[in-house]
């Protein structure tokens, strides 16, 4: 009798995903523009502005549709939190991490 066919063995398989320890490849900011104030969002400003906004079109819709309101009349940017943005020059490294 002829005798079989040599098995192989195959190596164990490895797992395609394996963790490095690095952190993600977007993590970080790419440009270093910051916001002048601790405030870190402006949402709730923008949206009680606008709000204010929807209401003064409302009211003068029916009356005279060519004067509408615009969002500088009624709302005062300056009143936000945020003071605007401002370009860091030399930012710390923890600046930019997200």
């Known amino acids: 009798m002829d005798d079989p066919l040599p098995v192989q063995t195959l190596p164990p398989l490895r ?10 490849a977007r993590s970080r900011r ?13 949402k709730q400003d923008k949206r009680r502005a606008n709000r204010v906004l929807r209401r003064a079109v409302r009211q003068r819709l029916p009356d ?25 020059r030399d930012p710390m490294p923890w600046d930019m991490r997200k």
Do not use: C, Q, Y
């Open 15 to 24: 797992p395609r995903l394996v963790i490095t320890g690095r952190t993600m």
């Open 30 to 42: 790419r440009t270093p523009i910051f916001g002048i104030t601790t405030s870190r969002r402006e």
């Open 64 to 88: 005279l549709p060519e004067l509408l309101p615009l969002l500088r009349k009624v709302s005062n940017a300056w009143s936000f939190d945020k003071d605007g943005k401002a370009w860091a």
